[in-house]
């Protein structure tokens, strides 16, 4: 009599059955917290979760569903581990560089600056625009609204600690976005334990926030929201960019990631670009 074979892990399956058990793993997430991961790119999507499978010490997607399902903390758990975003002080400084000379010049002209920083990770995008706008004395005028879908990643960005300590690095991507001074005296503390100055803190708010379902809550004069939508398929990339655009007061500026695109867009004629190697846009809409 021959011997039934077994999978006996998500290796093992077939393409169909990996993704009937992705699909019910994205279910069983919008049904207990809310958050809809059905137009996430699947590709990314199924990596990530692989990467979880492991960290878990489970084989098979299945084994997660039933604790999604009966534990919220346990489904917020796991957004947090397939939502956790790479960040760094002026990472792309050549964008800092250019919102310095091509935006900053026009937020001077308001009495109060706005700024959203959607999908801020673990806050060093903010911190690096505070800089840069105390630099450019314009900190005390402004208030940066950071937000993201993680709630741990919120928690570490509010307390300003960074994650990984100044080194010549750093020094080197600050000088290249435009900083005039020395990165240290921003911070106190050394190592691992290096925050920002609550000086420039007091003027970043964060919040959890969901992109992909929630309108945002500010009407800015800039939004940077950047490696975000290269982890949506094109539906919801289009939904979001929308959204923000939606968002933004008329003449406000746009920012995305080095390889997200407006291309595809419906709302790519309503954005000028200002300096498309950085994709930096201008909202060209009229005041109602």
Avoid at 64 to 75: C, N, Q, R
Avoid at 194 to 205: A, G, P, V
Avoid at 233 to 249: G, M, R, T
Wanted: with cysteine.
């Amino acid at each position: 009599m021959q011997q039934e074979s077994y999978q006996t892990s998500i290796d093992d399956e077939s393409p169909w059955q990996q993704d009937f058990e992705l699909g019910l793993f994205v279910r069983a997430i919008k049904k207990s917290i809310g958050v809809d991961l059905d137009n996430y790119a699947r590709g990314s999507l199924k990596r990530r979760v692989r990467q979880l499978l492991y960290k878990q010490n489970v084989n098979f997607i299945s084994e997660l569903i039933p604790k999604i399902i009966y534990d919220a903390t346990f489904a917020q758990f796991i957004i947090n581990e397939l939502t956790v975003n790479v960040s760094a002080l002026f990472r792309n400084p050549g964008v800092f560089a250019s919102l310095l000379k091509n935006v900053f010049p026009v937020l001077a002209s308001y009495t109060r600056i706005d700024i959203w920083v959607a999908g801020c990770a673990c806050g060093e995008e903010a911190y690096s625009l505070a800089i840069l706008l105390d630099e450019a004395a314009l900190l005390e005028r402004s208030q940066i609204h950071a937000t993201d879908i993680n709630v741990e990643s919120l928690y570490i960005a509010g307390s300003g600690l960074l994650q990984r300590s100044l080194d010549r690095e750093t020094a080197q991507r600050y000088r290249m976005a435009g900083g005039c001074n020395s990165l240290s005296n921003y911070f106190n503390g050394a190592y691992k334990d290096t925050r920002l100055n609550e000086r420039l803190l007091k003027h970043i708010s964060f919040n959890q926030h969901d992109l992909t379902q929630q309108e945002g809550f500010t009407s800015p004069q800039l939004i940077l929201c950047r490696n975000v939508m290269i982890y949506f398929n094109q539906a919801l990339q289009d939904k979001v960019l929308i959204s923000l655009y939606n968002n933004l007061i008329p003449n406000g500026f746009l920012v995305i990631g080095a390889n997200e695109s407006l291309n595809q867009s419906s709302i790519a004629t309503q954005l000028l670009a200002i300096d498309k190697n950085n994709r930096i846009y201008k909202s060209i809409k009229k005041r109602d």
